[in-house]
């Protein structure tokens, strides 16, 4: 796979990923309102929903989403805008999609913060050095 194919199927991953999440938090919250026979409307607000509701393990991943990838989805639009996809960056792409998908699996699990934390900053460190590079690469052109 060439590497533009890479950074899109990547970037697509983390896309998926996150409407995965987005419907297992659907599932699980329209589930706990049913059965704890709460009004939607009582759960307008996030302080609401905190209050009312016990498991917000997805609905805090969907949130962090759209948190960190944001920047990865920029940078791949930039990299894909430009032209310049270097073959590390895909590499790169891929890892960040990897994080992704543990970290999700952390959070919507068994949730130990230490692990889910140690994924993140991998995830964050990876993204980081994923800019660091795009710049100076493409700067040095």
């Known amino acids: 796979m060439n590497p533009f194919s890479s950074l899109v199927t990547a970037a697509s991953v983390v896309a998926l990923l996150t ?38 393990r997805a609905a805090d991943n969907y949130n962090h989403l759209f948190e960190l990838p944001v920047l990865f989805y920029a940078l791949v639009a930039i990299a894909l805008a430009t032209g310049h996809v270097p073959a590390w960056l895909a590499v790169g792409a891929w890892a960040f999609a990897v994080l992704r998908i543990v970290h999700s699996a952390i959070q919507c699990t068994y949730n130990k913060v230490m692990h889910r934390f140690a994924v993140f900053i991998l995830g964050f460190l990876v993204l980081m050095m994923m800019w660091i590079g795009f710049i100076a690469t493409y700067l040095a052109r």
């Open 19 to 56: 409407f995965a999440v987005g419907i297992r938090m659907y599932l699980l919250r329209v589930r706990e309102m049913k059965a704890n026979r709460i009004h939607p409307q009582s759960v307008a607000l996030s302080a609401q929903r905190a209050e009312r509701l016990k498991d917000t």
